[in-house]
């Protein structure tokens, strides 16, 4: 009489690619994600505290909303236009 029992060692290594590549595709999303953040729309100080994409004149007046960036862990703040 043979008892069989579930092989987790032979089951996880054969999820391990495929987790792998999903983790690889979405490490790159969130460096991406990131990486524009900082580039385009985060303040410099050497730019006097303005972005580098920065237009030329902010509205003045206006309500100041939140986007959340990356889920929320990076807030980008921007004044609505009166």
Avoid at 7 to 24: D, M, Q, V
Avoid at 33 to 46: A, D
Avoid at 60 to 80: C, F, K, M, Q, T
């Amino acid at each position: 009489m043979s008892i069989t029992t579930p092989n987790p060692i032979g089951k996880t290594a054969r999820s391990l690619p495929a987790f792998y590549k999903e983790a690889t595709r979405s490490l790159a999303a969130i460096n991406f994600t990131y990486v524009r953040h900082y580039n385009e729309r985060r303040p410099h100080q050497s730019l006097q505290h303005l972005p580098p994409e920065a237009p030329d004149a902010y509205p003045g007046e206006g309500s100041i909303v939140a986007r959340p960036v990356l889920g929320g862990l990076i807030n980008d703040y921007h004044r609505l236009a009166a």
